[in-house]
T-cell receptor
Framework: GQQVMQIPQYQHVQEGEDFTTYCNSS?????IQWYKQRPGGHPVFLIQ?????EVKKQKRLTFQFGEAKKNSSLHITATQTTDVGTYFC??????????????FGKGTLLTVNP | KAGVTQTPRYLIKTRGQQVTLSCSPI?????VSWYQQTPGQGLQFLFE???????NKGNFPGRFSGRQFSNSRSEMNVSTLELGDSALYLC????????????FGPGTRLLVL
């Protein structure tokens, strides 16, 4: 079935370094969403991107949606220990007929060394 | 609005037993999705229910089943438990529109001995 590919699977950084995770799809996406799951917690919605080339910022986090609406990235500037967790992208993909299913990437686990 | 609630939060079972997990979505949400999460495996989609009907299904064996009630509350059942079923089971609710974001509950952590 259709998938959303996310890389890297793991990323370890020193506090203060930047971090980026990428999502790719072979099909054009209607939107892409990003979630964060803290260790021991559950995924929490961060943001949704809808428009081609869209860029949104949340403090040190910058989210981009590609011009072709097939890829997206999440960039964190100057990471802090509070950024630790797994970041998931997710997009609605056709699951047959007119049905769509919100499909998650495998996530990127970010660890930060203080 | 109250968030998504899941009960129980923790559960220990033995192989061969069955288990039922419950999820109450956010008020007004009509879609409930279930996921299995194990270390290193990401979020494995189990199924989605919308208005009491299963709308999407993942690639899990028939031992995993679910249902949704008229008040949108959902249950999932796992029969004949196996050691590999030990995982965090998450449910997520949404309004039911395909593009909408999902709101996750805290999960039920199941340990099968």
């Amino acid at each position: 079935g259709q998938q959303v590919m996310q890389i890297p699977q793991y990323q370890h950084v020193q506090e203060g370094e930047d971090f980026t995770t990428y999502c790719n799809s072979s099909t054009t996406l209607s939107n892409i969403q990003w979630y964060k799951q803290r260790p021991g917690g559950h995924p929490v919605f961060l943001i949704q991107l809808v428009k081609s080339g869209e860029v949104k910022k949340q403090k040190r986090l910058t989210f981009q949606f590609g011009e072709a609406k097939k890829n997206s990235s999440l960039h964190i500037t100057a990471t802090q220990t509070t950024d630790v967790g797994t970041y998931f992208c997710a997009a609605p993909l056709n699951s047959g007929g007119s049905n769509y299913k919100l499909t998650f990437g495998k996530g990127t686990l970010l660890t930060v060394n203080p | 609005k109250a968030g998504v609630t899941q009960t129980p939060r923790y559960l220990i079972k033995t192989r061969g037993q069955q288990v039922t997990l419950s999820c109450s979505p956010i008020s007004g949400h009509r879609s409930v999705s279930w996921y299995q999460q194990t270390p290193g495996q990401g979020l494995q989609f189990l199924f989605e229910y919308f208005s009491e009907t299963q709308r999407n299904k993942g690639n899990f064996p028939g031992r995993f089943s679910g249902r949704q009630f008229s008040n949108s509350r959902s249950e999932m059942n796992v029969s004949t438990l196996e050691l590999g079923d030990s995982a965090l089971y998450l449910c997520a609710s949404s309004s039911g529109q395909h593009q909408e974001t999902q709101y996750f509950g805290p999960g039920t952590r199941l340990l099968v001995l």
